[in-house]
């Protein structure tokens, strides 16, 4: 069964480091969803793309946080530089298109910053 | 601003009975209701969808929505310990592609 893989796992990082995440979302789905979830709390969207391009990146916060899928495939987060409220997990969804289509979701990123 | 809300529980059943998970929703527009189950530690994973007024079951699980209430429910019968998870509701409210908005989730014990 497919899946929609991400890289590493887990992540432990000083303050003020960059760090950065990698997704590979299942073959085939053109929206690569990037999620952050805190402990106690839903996923909240970082960011969307639609094949190579963003759809929404409202919840982005721009001055320490970047995302590309260069060729509409795989995709990396990057935080530069990470703070101590940036310690959550990281999940990456796809899905194929339409809005009535699954979000499958990878294994996630567990990120501590200390 | 989009809202989805739930009670954060925890919601304590006894093994057997008949769980009852709630989310309301602040967007009269919305297309699509999703429900996803997330063990501790790991990823969501989906449970079942519902676009339509009404009931739609799955097994042991039925989801119930009335778009005039903006509410949408999940029922788990037979309960059993492996349910022991949160579940999380999301709500689409785009029709093009989805624009999803997650609900804090609800963290369900059953005792057995």
């Known amino acids: 069964e497919a899946e929609v893989a991400q890289s590493p796992r887990y992540k432990i990082t000083e303050k003020s480091q960059a760090v950065a995440f990698w997704c590979d979302p299942i073959?085939?789905?053109?929206?690569l969803y990037w999620y952050r979830q805190i402990l106690g709390q839903g996923p909240e969207l970082l960011v969307q793309?639609?094949?190579?391009?963003?759809?929404?990146d409202s919840q982005l916060p721009k001055d320490r946080f970047s995302a590309e899928r260069l060729k509409g495939v795989d995709s990396t987060l990057k935080i530069q530089p990470a703070e101590l409220g940036d310690s959550a997990m990281y999940l990456c969804?796809?899905?194929?298109?339409?809005?009535?289509?699954?979000?499958?979701f990878g294994p996630g990123t567990r990120l501590t910053v200390l | 601003q989009k809202e989805v809300e739930q009670n954060s529980g925890p919601l304590s059943v006894p093994e057997g009975a008949i769980a009852s998970l709630n989310c309301t929703y602040s967007?009269?527009?919305?297309?699509?209701f999703f429900w996803y189950r997330q063990y501790s530690g790991k990823s969501p994973e989906l449970i079942m969808f519902?676009?339509?007024?009404g009931d739609k079951e799955d097994g042991r699980f039925t989801a119930q929505l009335n778009k005039a209430s903006q509410y949408v429910s999940l029922l788990i019968r037979d309960s059993q310990p492996s349910d022991s998870a949160t579940y999380l509701c999301?709500?689409?409210?785009?029709?093009?592609?989805?624009?999803?908005?997650f609900g804090p989730g609800t963290r369900l014990s059953v005792l057995p």
């Open positions: 969804a796809s899905s194929l298109a339409e809005s009535t289509d699954t979000q499958y």
């Open positions: 073959s085939g789905h053109a929206t």
């Open positions: 793309f639609q094949d190579e391009s963003v759809v929404d």
């Open positions: 967007d009269r527009g919305s297309q699509s």
């Open positions: 519902i676009y339509s007024n």
């Open positions: 999301a709500v689409n409210w785009s029709n093009y592609g989805q624009n999803f908005v």
